[in-house]
């Protein structure tokens, strides 16, 4: 009996599948207790119906399918499925109703049943049927049909809840699709928006650097002190409006795909030299410009306009934060990738805000009295475009005590 019972256990810990577990518990169990009839009856809208069933031999007249109103089987046979039933001569009934007539044509029948709950919920019964002879049940054999009663209700439980998960999952991909739908049409047209008012603004804002910088060079006059000083003012505001505006095409760009990178083998102590010259006039007693490159970098694969782009918006990033002490360009390489790295002695930032650091528009100092000017674009695209590359761009900072930007790019990049 014990085998039984671990045979029903694989079953149930094999499959998934109701059907084919509740199969098995009624074959495994006529086998077990030499029966000629086992079945799985359940409750359905008040009907009790005849779901499983397994038979000793085919002359035995299937009942599978067989319906009745739980009231009128209760009262005709005075047996609750709610309970264990045992009735070892069920013809002797004195209850005139089909539900016993139907069983009635055997010499001698006898039956036993267990209730089947699950989710505390009574679902339906395990019946044997012994008609070729007369058969008794112990203790024992009631005790252990109960057992294989539970095991069917561990089956019908984790059929249930791996229905549920399921239909869960189907429910929850089929929103997420249509969310990502919704959100790739809601991207495609901000990306056009802003690529198009991009285009548009760029025309006037040409005009107002083009005539702001022959007024600043006094080409059709002397200007007075004042008047020079806000024509220089226009011209600054001017540039700062292209740079926002040239950043904003660029991450449109990227995120609609089109952006493609010209790859070529790179001088890399060329391009860092470049970097480091615009910078040059920033240096001062107090703040130093510094360049490490080890022995063994000598060339990189790489857009070298964007390249250029992200090392140019890092070094303008430590300078705008950094004071004093020094700033470092280092560059080293592994097997694997290139390193490019930022270090700077400056202000540092917070864990807080290296969450929200490479997301676009977000500025550290965001107040209405900021001390340092910045689109909050610059770190949102050079880390796009270090992606762009196959690669990234990764930070290490304390607040107080300086950061460390590293663009890491690999080697093996494909030219075209």
């Excluded at 031999?57 to 319906?67: A, D, Q």
């Excluded at 047996?79 to 001569?89: D, G, N």
């Excluded at 505390?120 to 005790?143: K, N």
């Excluded at 083998?265 to 490159?293: D, G, P, T």
């Amino acid at each position: 009996m014990g085998k039984t019972l671990n045979q029903i256990s694989r079953s149930i810990n094999s499959s998934f599948n109701p059907e084919y577990i509740l199969q098995e518990i009624v074959r495994l169990t006529g086998e077990c207790f030499a029966v000629d009839r086992v079945m799985i009856y359940a409750l359905e809208h008040e009907q009790i119906k005849i779901t499983r069933e397994w038979r000793s031999s085919v002359k035995i007249k299937p009942l599978i399918g067989y319906t009745t109103p739980l009231a009128e089987w209760v009262s005709s046979t005075n047996f609750s499925p709610y309970e264990v039933f045992y009735a070892p001569h069920i013809e002797r009934i004195n209850t005139q109703s089909k539900e016993v007539e139907i069983v009635k044509n055997v010499p001698h029948l006898t039956v036993l049943s267990v209730p089947i709950f699950v989710r505390d919920e009574f679902f339906g019964g395990l019946a044997l049927h012994a008609m070729s002879r007369e058969q008794e049940f112990s203790e024992e054999e009631i005790s252990l049909l109960q057992r294989i009663a539970d095991k069917a209700a561990i089956a019908l439980y984790n059929a249930q809840s791996y229905e549920l998960l399921e239909d869960l999952v189907k429910k929850r991909t089929q929103e997420l699709e249509a969310e990502k739908l919704l959100s790739d049409a809601a991207n495609r047209a901000k990306s056009e928006f802003l690529s198009n008012m991009s285009h548009e603004l760029r025309t006037p804002l040409t005009g107002i650097l083009g005539f702001s910088s022959i007024l600043v060079e006094e080409v059709f006059g002397t200007l007075n002190a004042k008047q020079k000083q806000y024509i220089t003012g226009i011209h600054t505001c001017g540039k700062h409006l292209l740079e926002l505006i040239n950043d904003l095409l660029d991450l449109t760009k990227i995120e609609a795909g089109k952006e493609e990178l010209i790859l070529e083998k790179l001088q890399v102590l060329e391009v860092c030299q470049y970097c480091l010259a615009l910078f040059a006039e920033n240096q001062s007693a107090e703040l130093q410009l510094k360049f490490v490159i080890a022995p063994d970098v000598s060339t990189c694969i790489a857009d070298q306009r964007r390249l250029k782009q992200i090392l140019v918006n890092l070094l303008s990033n430590a300078f705008k934060f950094t004071k004093v002490g020094s700033i470092t360009l280092k560059v080293e390489q592994t097997e694997a990738v290139i390193l490019f790295s930022v270090i700077d002695t400056g202000i540092g930032i917070s864990p807080a805000d290296q969450e929200i650091l490479f997301q676009p528009f977000q500025q550290l100092d965001s107040g209405l009295d900021r001390k340092y000017e910045g689109t909050g674009l610059g770190l949102a695209l050079s880390r796009k475009l270090a992606r762009l590359h196959g690669g990234d761009i990764t930070v290490q900072s304390q607040r107080g005590n300086g950061s460390c930007f590293t663009v890491i790019l690999p080697h093996s990049l494909h030219i075209n």
